[in-house]
């Protein structure tokens, strides 16, 4: 009988789950409307719809992004049909009547120039079609047009130009918007390579001066070094993929970690601790090293003694946890939260900001830097890496063993 | 049996996996020694480490049991469990590394784009592991009575809050370390034993007649029938009985039993003369679950076993903590030699439950009789040689039981706890994880006390059904086949891992009745799967339109070797 009653509980467990993930999905906040009058009623209604059609469109105007708000878009004027087109096509049709898809395209040709909207009767065989007017909005983005919003009923409408007109301006922000997410996709690419760049004369200029002054001494030792300056510019100079594994990155970290102990010597004690399960984990490519190239800066910063760095990279299930610490100079939290938040540029570490950002725009504000520091205190820095992230791959397999 | 040796030699194994857990790659190296600090994980030792998760208390205990009560047929699970790495080393393995996800539900993401896809992923990840997990509890519980005579859901206790207690706190930071020392432990804990059995065997007489006529007492014998259980007697017998039998009370009397079926009541003990045959309890009659699979597979022996040979070849692929340790090979290629590794492995494992199931079928055939049959390995050590030799060769046997659940338990609530933390937890973080790993725990702990015991073996048969008829559709689709939607994924999946998944339901939740549907329920990949494949096929072709945009580049990532792929880029 308890075994009767366990897998009833088993086999009602799943389906109750699935109820409450239904019932959360398609819970709709109109439920709340019921609570105000049909005018507040409607107005929350409509302005739902506008969110649901807001989403795909920040991705850019395309094919899919159209197909997909075209129908919200449509519910939102009220029209027997919508159609979204760009400068050359229509992207998407929703709706009734899309036999008038090339007449639309060869009518468009005068709004999408001037970029003024229109409204024109439709010629048609079909003598019960339902769509008789269009009404052409255009979509510009920054006074360029970009494409048009045409609504189509069965007859002119003063309303539903002016309709049209202002949920075309509504789709025309968003198309902004999403022209700003792309050129901030750009700006962290361009500090990406900055901080590419970046790397290089202030440290080629100290590692070629180090590995001089031991060409006549030591020149196995000079030989070696150079190897390993080589080795570490390669890395840091690669052009393909933005993303590299853990692996590849303690491996550029290594490299650095020995020009930078060649010319400090025993001041400098590094302790590593690596998971080997987190190595193959992809994450933006130099991402790391900055962090440690922050806390050799800031252990030796002011100081005459050794300076202890610490390495660790942890598995924690679906995340790997990368933790930078020294017990060098620290730093004031004030300022660092200062220096992260962009208002002042920092003398040096252009590092942890630049990280920071990248991380986040690749991962989600869930994943930024978290620091701990006081001045005089050391700095520990950690990171959290996801194992996986849609559209995160490394480039290339990992170092040869 | 003496728990003297047994009790300690189980808290060494939860003691040792505790720490090897923790502290095993605590010891700091410096700079100099970086090659070797981050040298990824080699073929040899994550194979090892998936062996060790892998090789379950179906594996350790119930192998061993249904072979005694069931015979030679039973060897189709060793070979089942073993297979499964084949066509995963064929179809899934080294895509599956490729596509840079982490579990199931990433997979699912990453090929089909869609958040829709990847929840409902989730949701049969964490059905499969939930179902995997309770034969576990039910193992460790059995366990710790056969040693103790502790009650049953004590061991499955011990064993939830010991893994919930670890993987919450953070532990298991080297798990590979952890679950390829358990692998070496769970060998050495069969291994050894084995070849004492087998010496013992030989200066026995070496007899053969295990499966060719009926198991007979070897001794005089006392059994208690722990479960009522009608027994079918070919000829009289006459026993001593003292409790309940056909409903008249006795006292220590000896009875002459006519030929035909007999009840005996609960808590009822006989004792059998040396050279007695072994009753044979009827199933059909009998009723309880323990013997559901098994009536089932009595009247349709060949269907049972096509349908077991299904659900375990298709669904290993499928099982949440075998996939996340392939995440571990540096690339595609590492992740088939490890595949390749594992075979090895297992295949070598599997050599060693079958022979302590015959030599049980030899010295203890009254479980068979008693419903514990599953207890066949810790007992027979002791059957055999007895004395200290035999109880410290059980206790090393009783450890290596107790590293089966950990290990498994471990991995399985590590990838539930994963999922219910990504994906159906509101937030993410360190408390949520936690969170999600007494969630991923008291469930199947919860089941575990309210279901009696359905053998390891079958129990851990049915996870492998659901997980082959939901995840092996989405994967070989997903990575052979370009025209996979998500529409298409989606559907198959609930077709066909959720009819599945009600059929597990109705088979442990007792259905009465016998006939063709109750066979049916009882091994359900042989339709299930397939129905999930044509479901999925049939949706995909039915939407044309909902080909993920970048399918082309992402199947070639999924089956471009890395270097290819790199030099690509480059150019």
Known sequence: ?401 | MNSSYAVPAVALVVVATVLVGAFGLRISRTTSDFYVASRTVGPRLNAAAISGEYLSAASFLGIAGLVLVQGPDMLWYPVGYTAGYLVLLLFVAAPLRRSGAYTLPDFAEARLASQAVRRLAGAFVVGVGWLYLLPQLQGAGLTLTVLTGAPETLGGLIVAVVVTATVAAGGMRSITFVQAFQYWLKLTALLVPALFLVLAWQGDGAPRHAFEEPAAFREQRLVRVQDTVDLKLERPLTVTVSGTVDGRPHDDARLELPAGTHRVTAGTRLTFDRGDPVPVPDRGTSGGMSTSLAASREERPLYATYGLILATFLGTMGLPHVVVRFYTSPHGVAARRTTVAVLALIGGFYLLPPVYGVLGRLYTPELALTGDADAAVLLLPDRMIGGLGGDLLGALVAGGAFAAFLSTASGLTMAVAGVLTQDVLPSRGVRHFRLGTGLAMVVPLAASVLVGGLPVADAVGLAFAVSASSFCPLLVLGIWWRRLTPPGAAVGMLVGGGSAFLAVAATMAGVPGSGPLHSLLAWPALWSVPLGFLTMILVSLATPGRVPAGTAAILARFHLPEELRAAEVKA
């Not at chain 1, 920040?58 to 197909?67: C, I, P, S």
């Not at chain 1, 997909?68 to 050359?88: E, H, I, K, P």
């Not at chain 1, 989600?364 to 559209?391: F, S």
């Open chain 1, 1 to 401: 009988m308890s075994g009767f009653l366990a897998g009833l509980c088993v086999a009602v467990l799943p389906l109750l789950a699935a109820g409450f993930w239904l019932g959360r999905r398609t819970a709709r906040p109109q439920t709340l409307g019921g609570l105000g009058t049909p005018v507040e009623h409607a107005t929350f209604e409509t302005l739902h719809t506008a969110s649901l059609a807001a989403p795909p469109l920040r991705a850019g105007l395309n094919e899919e992004t159209a197909r997909r708000s075209a129908r919200r878009l449509r519910t939102l004027l009220g029209t027997d049909a919508l159609c979204l087109t760009d400068q050359q096509q229509v992207l998407a049709w929703d709706g009734v009547g899309a036999h008038h898809r090339t007449e639309i395209m060869a009518r468009l040709a005068g709004p999408l120039e001037t970029g003024r909207g229109e409204a024109f009767p439709l010629t048609c065989d079909t003598p019960d079609c339902p769509v008789r007017w269009a009404v052409v909005a255009p979509l510009t983005v920054d006074d360029r047009v970009h494409g048009a919003l045409v609504a189509c009923a069965p007859r002119e409408s003063a309303v539903l130009v002016r309709a049209a007109g202002e949920v075309a301006r509504w789709v025309s922000v968003q198309l902004e918007l999403a022209d700003l997410d792309q050129s901030r996709t750009k700006l962290i690419e361009a500090e990406v390579r900055a901080l590419r760049a970046q790397i290089s004369p202030h440290f080629i200029f100290n590692s070629l001066a180090v590995i001089a002054s031991f060409v006549r001494t030591d020149p196995e030792r000079a030989r070696e070094l150079l190897l390993e300056f080589a080795d570490f510019t390669r890395y840091s100079f690669r052009r393909r993929g933005d993303f590299t594994t853990l692996a590849d990155e303690l491996h550029a970290i290594d490299h650095y970690l020995a020009l930078v102990r060649a010319r400090f010597g025993d001041r400098l004690a590094v302790t590593l601790q690596i998971a080997p399960e987190v190595l193959p984990v992809a994450l933006p490519f130099l991402c790391l090293q900055p962090l440690v190239e922050n806390a050799v800066k800031h252990g030796l910063e002011g100081k005459t003694e050794k300076c202890h760095i610490q390495i660790t990279a942890q598995d924690t299930g679906a995340e790997a946890l990368v933790v930078i610490e020294d017990d060098g100079a620290g730093m004031d939290p004030d300022l660092l939260r200062r220096i992260l938040a962009g208002e002042i540029s920092p003398s040096g570490g252009i590092g942890l900001s630049n990280v920071d950002d990248r991380l986040r725009q690749v991962y989600g504000d869930a994943y930024g830097l978290v620091i701990e520091t006081a001045v005089g205190a050391g700095m520990k820095v950690t990171a959290r890496l996801p194992k996986y992230q849609p559209g995160v791959h490394s480039a290339a397999r990992l170092a040869p063993e």
